[in-house]
């Protein structure tokens, strides 16, 4: 099944994904901001809050009704015969579902030890399953999501220059490569730039309602927000590596 692409122009549908234990937390107030700006501008929203939800992130023969190999289980060998099966359980199901109907894909989390936090790592272990959501060369700019867009929603404890080029972090492009290219890019959406917060614990009351209003701005401007290039499949050899005139521009 590929993803139906929405009529410019039309009503916008936004998944947020939130990622916050502490619904007092800057994380929860984005998250509100987000919804009340998408909701007051006529929009669709749903909110996954994995932990009110109580989410668990472990996977297990519980990802499943269906059973492929009841003396081993691979998870993979198990997902495509769910997907054959319709054998996902109901938590994973409902996810999937979200996920198809939104045109918009937002994850909003705190950047712990530089990815992402254990439960919205493990949604994605458990929702993103072979099949259904990727495999069989449905990936990157032929994935099941292309047409849909995708965003991180960011905070970061540590100050914007310690995660530039020379900073000692790192860059924060590379910090969100895996995330932005091997999951939301693997899987056919369109990478927007991620809404980054830096160490909004630090920040005044004054400061911290300045970004929601621009946060606000942002994702009332999903549809023409900037993306981030990534090579499609067809500038790869068959090797996986990028064609000489494409890396050297020739």
Known sequence: MVAQIRPCGTTMRAFIVHAHHEPASFNGA?????????????????????????????SG???????????YLRQQ??????????GFAPDIRAEMEK??????????????????????????DRVFAMRRIYGGGVYYDRGVFRGKRAMCSVTIGGRATMY???GLNGSISTILFP????????????VLEPFLVHAP????????AAHLVRYEQRVLELETAPGICFPKLDEYDDD???????HSGT
């Open 164 to 166: 530039s080029e020379y």
């Open 179 to 190: 995330i932005h290219h091997g999951i939301l890019y693997f899987t056919g959406f369109s």
């Open 77 to 86: 060998q198990e997902e495509i015969y769910a997907a054959e099966n319709d």
């Open 30 to 58: 984005m998250t509100r901001a987000a919804t009340a700006a998408l909701f007051g501008a006529g929009h669709e929203v749903v909110v996954s809050d994995l932990y009110a939800m109580g989410f668990n992130p472990v």
């Open 61 to 71: 023969r519980h990802n499943f009704t269906t059973i492929k190999d009841a003396r």
């Open 99 to 124: 996920l198809f109907w939104c045109d918009v894909l937002i994850f909003q989390f705190p950047l712990w030890w530089f990815g992402l936090p254990a439960i919205l790592k493990g949604w994605v």
């Open 240 to 246: 996986g590596v990028l064609k000489r005139e494409v």
């Open 201 to 208: 614990a630090r920040l005044s009351q004054e400061e911290r």
